[in-house]
């Protein structure tokens, strides 16, 4: 495969286009008004897979309730899934914490500052990592999401149909700035989103694309729903939630019987809770 070499115009022009987009379009959030790694890694964290809007009260919430690695560390899980309540996939905020032990135990409660020791936390992988050393700690590094995906595809590959991350890794590498890629990628994400709104999703030209499957009747659903139930009740039996959630019995059975095999949630003989 062949790897596109830009020339230093392209890399200016590109630049310039990218920089006057942000300029126009730049987008508010909170964990963009904070240099504390702790509160970027729970941002970073709770983007995953879900939508910027969305994160935005959760992450308020949840850095008010625990301000610090060491306060997540030391809280009972029941109340790290109760305010991560309605941003789904559960397990990420047991992740979360499990790696605020980690912080606390083996760096002093302070977020390690290189990508390997990064991705030694659970729930931390190459993505997070290198963003976390972007936007945290203003170091440069390689990464790619699905907005950054979207401006390269639209911009250097508008003909062709499938892209592989491959293709586009090592333009993300001619073009970054060094000197402050914590905002050179803000402002790809920000001109991503952008393209997103203005054209049919160019990232859907790679090959990394995945169609998300249906909420409504998932298993993600009736997990959700188990813990949303478990955090209004606190403790309940199995009849009692086979009860009170319209889905199928056999499915919330094994739903059940897969958090608390996860750590998600506890069993006491017929009774469960968080």
Request: aromatic residues 10%.
């Amino acid at each position: 495969m062949r790897i596109m070499k830009l020339t230093a115009r392209q890399i200016k022009n590109f630049r310039r286009k990218v920089d006057a987009a942000y300029k126009k379009q730049r987008r508010v959030f909170p964990w963009r008004q904070t240099k504390d790694p702790y509160h970027i890694l729970v941002s970073e964290i709770m983007l995953q897979q879900t939508q910027a809007d969305r994160v935005v009260s959760k992450y308020l919430e949840f850095v008010k309730k625990f301000p610090t690695a060491k306060s997540l560390a030391v809280s009972p899980l029941a109340d790290v899934l109760r305010v991560w309540q309605g941003l789904g996939y559960n397990r990420r905020a047991k992740m979360l914490q499990n790696a605020a032990r980690l912080i606390v135990e083996v760096y002093q409660g302070q977020v390690p500052d290189s990508i390997e020791a990064l991705q030694k936390l659970p729930g931390v992988g190459p993505y997070t990592a290198r963003a976390v050393m972007a936007f945290a700690y203003d170091r440069p590094s390689v990464f790619i999401e699905t907005n950054i995906r979207t401006v390269f595809i639209h911009e250097f590959f508008r003909h062709q149909k499938k892209v592989a991350d491959s293709q586009l890794l090592p333009l993300i590498a001619q073009t970054l700035k060094a000197n402050r890629p914590g905002e050179w990628y803000l402002a790809l994400m920000d001109y991503g989103a952008v393209l997103k709104r203005l054209y049919k999703n160019p990232s859907r030209r790679s090959t990394q694309y995945v169609r998300q499957s249906k909420f409504n009747g998932s298993t993600r659903q009736i997990r959700g729903a188990i813990i949303r139930e478990l955090s209004a009740h606190h403790r309940l039996t199995a009849r009692q939630l086979f009860s009170s959630l319209s889905f199928d019995t056999l499915r919330v059975q094994a739903a059940l019987a897969d958090l608390v095999a996860e750590g998600l949630i506890r069993r006491q003989k017929k009774v469960y809770f968080l």
